[in-house]
């Protein structure tokens, strides 16, 4: 786990390197894991089984966007891009939007709701036919698009402050503060619920994340404002190599100003995780997993996800 949270806020202000990926790993690998613990013992048995699998398969989106054509836009929402009053205003349905907008322009400013709800029709499917490896891998997917759907800046186009002369931000709010106090964190958040409308709750935790990100800009700017350039940053070793980073005074005094936002993200995200694995296995008859719980991957599936998994996780200014 070192190793990991040492992984996840590393980058280089006002360089090419940034981290602007979801949570960062530590983020995602710590979500995905906590969703396992609201499940009920119907489920639980088979998911604590699988845990290293969904925990270390929880950031593979992020390394598949410079490998699969489309898998960018599935990590955002750039709702600033359709005017001021697009959260209340924009179709909650694919096909609406498709009608409305056209699909190239939904495709380029990100579509992650819609593709939540389609990964929840994919998640159903997969209980249905009892597909232990296709259960495994679309619930550590969707584990991925719905923490990225509660991170406020996958909800604007100024998603890394580079508008606003805040560039950064992206990986300060998702992967330092996480890094420096999520073992504080609370993340046990009760047991799953069945979600009545899944489009709909993919929808409100846009909102959620959304709503939080004049919070998010403003503090930091204040911040900012209190800290000279040699306060607000610092250097930390991380392996062989010596990293600009934000300072630990200066993280804490935003993570004071955000006052416990970004734990309620993280929590929030938890919770719909677990809500969500549980519809789906719910809306598909509740089948009995016990029987799944040996997953037998074949020699070219393991080698595809080691594939995966070693892909270059180049970071770069994108969402």
């Keep these: ?115 939540i709800q389609l990964m929840k029709h994919q998640l ?55 890094e420096l106090y999520a073992k504080n964190y609370n993340f046990f958040v009760g047991k799953a619920s069945y979600i009545n409308n899944t489009q709909e709750s993919a929808w409100k935790a846009v909102a959620s994340a959304h709503l939080a990100l004049d919070s998010v800009f403003t503090f930091e700017s204040d911040v900012s404002n209190r800290f000279p350039d040699d306060k607000k940053f610092s250097f930390e070793q991380r392996g062989a190599t010596i990293m600009k980073v934000y300072s630990e005074e200066f993280s804490q005094a935003y993570h004071q100003m955000l006052a416990g936002q970004v734990e309620r993200q993280m929590r929030a995200s938890v919770k719909m995780i677990a809500d969500m694995w549980y519809t789906c296995w719910v809306d598909a008859g509740q089948p009995n997993l016990d029987g799944l719980k040996n997953a037998s991957f074949t020699k070219k599936e393991l080698e595809l996800i080691e594939k995966e998994n070693t892909l270059p996780a180049e970071l770069e200014e994108h969402h």
């Design 124 to 178: 159903t499917e997969a209980f249905n036919a009892k597909d232990t490896k296709k259960i495994l891998r679309l619930s550590a997917d969707m584990g991925h698009y719905i923490a990225d759907a509660h991170v406020p800046l996958h909800t604007t186009h100024n998603y890394n402050g580079q508008l606003t002369g805040q560039r950064g931000i992206h990986g300060l709010w998702e992967s330092r503060l996480p």
């Design 1 to 115: 786990m070192k190793k990991y949270i040492a992984l996840c806020a590393i980058f280089l202000y006002g360089g090419c390197q940034v981290d602007v990926f979801g949570w960062g790993f530590y983020g995602h690998y710590m979500i995905n894991r906590m969703a396992i613990f609201s499940l009920p013992p119907e489920m639980f048995g088979f998911y604590k089984l699988h845990h290293q699998y969904l925990i270390e398969n929880s950031v593979n989106p992020d390394k598949r966007r410079y490998a699969v054509v489309g898998e960018a836009p599935r990590h955002f929402i750039d709702l600033d891009v359709y005017g001021d009053s697009a959260l209340y205003k924009m179709p909650r349905y694919w096909q609406q939007a498709i009608d409305k907008y056209g699909e190239d322009t939904l495709m380029a400013h990100g579509v992650v709701p819609w593709h």
